[in-house]
Structure formats: structure tokens, C-alpha cells
């Protein structure tokens, strides 16, 4: 069965320091990988996804994700946070072209709290 | 091109009752998810809708329904609400494919 683990419910750094918000996943077939931010009140925005291909994937807003097989891994990095980045963090897994629908699998989630 | 919207934003019912969330898919979409996120937890994936067929249900009871339109829109259903029903339920579109979901804002359901 697919799950997703979010290592740390609540990252906090301070305002241009490097960003690193951990997620491992299991999955019983390659897996295609998600992050997803969320504003207070707001519904789910995608940063960035891993499907196939370069293991190294860049998404909006700076941040970037890199698969690693062998840790059954894909942190989310930004080299310097920026207020605005404060929101709630997502990782999701899914495993599209097997017999599932589709459907993510998501974390628990992770608040970053960015600091003046 | 227009995102996803979903109806109403909010929503006040009491236990027992039955409530009716609605969902317009992004344009070209043909697939709608639904998901319920608690408070403080990530999303839970309740059904899919492919082309107005049931294509995919998570750990839901029956009273959680749905429908997909011709135009590809979408409904949840809840009846005899609980109050754990109380929730943000998120309606998310996509091609289907390695497209990804994108999701519209939400609507915040409150059982009392």
C-alpha cells in the first residue's frame, strides 16, 4: 500500500536561509511524486512533480524536489526562503498507470514558519 | 482559461442532514477527484468521477455519492451527516495521465 511520511509537522528558518521540508514515500509500484503548498484558507497549489525522466525536478517559486530511489525519498528545497513561502506543505504520491485510479496519497503535512 | 471552482464556499448543517457540494472542472479536465481534509491533517481521497463514471473510492461509507456531468462538472452528496463530516472538501481536476491535480479553493463544511 501507498503512503507518505512528512518528516517534522512544523519547519521553521529564518528569511533567506536554505529550505528543507523531508518526505519519504512507499509505494509497491515506481511511484509519481507531488508537492503541493496550501495558503491559510485556501485550496492546494502544485510546486512541482516527479514522474518519469530527470531525477532533479524544478517547480515554481524557486523550489525543487529530487527523487532518490534508494531512500524511497523527495525533499522539497529552496536555497533562500522568502516571507511569503510561510504556508502549509504537501508531499503526495500516486501510482497513475497501474491498476489504481489515479488518486494522491498525501502526507500529513508541514507548516513553514519563515522568521524576519 | 478558468480553474477550478467550487460551490458553496461555506456551509453550516446539522447532524443527520444532507448537503450537496458542487464542483466546475478546469477547462479540457475530464477528471474530477474529491477529497476531505480535517483539520490539521492532509487530504483524503474519497472518489474520482472519468467521464461520469465512478473510476476510484477511498475508505468512504456509502453516504458519501457522486455524480459527474456530460460537462464534466461534479457533485458530492453526503447524507445523515456526521459530525465528523466537519471538514475542508477539496474537488480537483485533471487529464488524467501524469498531469497532476489541480485543486479548487474548497468548500468548509461544519456539522453541528
Known amino acids: 500500500a501507498q503512503s507518505v511520511t512528512q518528516l517534522g509537522s512544523h519547519v521553521s528558518v529564518s528569511e533567506g536561509a536554505l529550505v528543507l521540508l523531508r518526505c519519504n514515500y512507499s509505494s509497491s509500484v515506481p511511484p509519481y511524486l507531488f508537492w503541493y503548498v496550501q495558503y491559510p484558507n485556501q485550496g492546494l497549489q502544485l510546486l512541482l512533480k516527479y514522474t518519469t525522466g530527470a531525477t532533479l525536478v524544478k517547480g515554481i517559486n524557486g523550489f525543487e524536489a529530487e527523487f532518490k530511489k534508494s531512500e524511497t525519498s523527495f525533499h522539497l528545497t529552496k536555497p533562500s526562503a522568502h516571507m511569503s513561502d510561510a504556508a502549509e506543505y504537501f508531499c503526495a504520491v500516486s501510482e497513475e498507470g497501474s491498476s489504481n485510479t489515479g488518486k494522491l496519497i498525501f502526507g500529513q503535512g508541514t507548516t513553514l514558519q519563515v522568521k524576519p | 482559461e478558468t480553474g477550478v471552482t467550487q460551490s458553496p464556499t461555506h456551509l453550516i448543517k446539522t447532524r443527520g442532514q444532507q448537503v450537496t457540494l458542487r464542483c466546475s472542472s478546469q477547462s479540457g479536465h475530464n477528471t474530477v477527484s474529491w477529497y476531505q481534509q480535517a483539520l490539521g491533517q492532509g487530504p483524503q481521497f474519497i472518489f474520482q468521477?472519468?467521464?461520469?463514471?465512478?473510476?476510484g473510492r477511498g475508505n468512504f461509507p456509502p453516504r458519501f455519492s457522486g455524480l459527474q456531468f456530460p460537462n464534466y462538472s461534479s457533485e458530492l452528496n453526503v447524507n445523515a451527516l456526521e459530525l465528523d463530516d466537519s471538514a475542508l472538501y477539496l474537488c480537483?481536476?485533471?487529464?488524467?495521465?501524469?498531469?497532476?491535480?489541480?485543486f479548487g479553493p474548497g468548500t468548509r463544511l461544519t456539522v453541528l
Open positions: 468521477y472519468y467521464r461520469e463514471e465512478e473510476n
Open positions: 480537483a481536476s485533471s487529464l488524467g495521465g501524469t498531469a497532476g491535480q489541480f
